[in-house]
């Protein structure tokens, strides 16, 4: 398969969805209006993730270990909800007409200074832990995953948690 064929193609296509930028009405900012369901529909999908990680039986750590289909399948689903909080934060920076970040953290960061998320920090982490995976994921400890996979995923629960708690007191906002 031809991958730059396929990924121009996709970027044609995404440069011919994409919404006209707004100019600044002095609205408040994160009006449902602008972003045309977007954010409710990966949102949507993220809960959707959450909810099968946590119907996954992992069982104990050392059948966690010992379970290779498992394994794979959490580690892909982690960085699936992961890929969905960078694509939420550049699709609010895009929204807002604010430059893109150079990086995901960065873009966590100026999502934070809107005031959208409380804490670009309490999320970094989950940013270097996708890019592990991408990147290193010959290395992946099954521990690491066990215990994101116990312990951590109320993290994505928060992030949600305030996305929609900004969309819902700025669309009250506009009212």
């Known amino acids: 398969m031809d991958y730059e064929r396929v990924a121009g193609r996709k970027s044609l296509v995404l440069a011919a969805n994409a919404p006209e930028p707004f ?5 408040p900012s994160m009006n449902p209006e602008r972003y045309n369901g977007v954010i409710q529909k990966k949102l949507s999908y993220l809960k959707d993730q959450l909810r099968h990680l946590r119907s996954w039986d992992a ?22 909800c992961v890929e969905v909080i960078i694509d939420l934060c550049e699709h609010i920076l895009a929204v807002e007409n604010m430059s893109p970040a150079e990086s995901s953290v960065g873009s966590l960061e100026k999502v934070a200074e809107l005031g959208i998320i409380k804490d670009a920090d309490t999320y970094a982490p989950m940013i270097r832990f996708r890019n592990f995976v991408v990147h290193r994921y010959e290395q992946v400890d099954p521990d690491i995953l066990y215990d994101i996979l116990e312990n951590k995923l109320s993290d994505f629960d928060t992030f949600v948690a305030e996305l929609e708690t900004a969309v819902e007191s700025r669309s009250h906002e506009s009212e």
């Open 23 to 27: 100019p600044d009405t002095g609205e």
């Open 59 to 80: 069982g104990t750590l050392d059948e966690f270990r010992e379970n290779i289909l498992l394994r794979r399948a959490v580690e892909r689903e982690l960085q699936v």
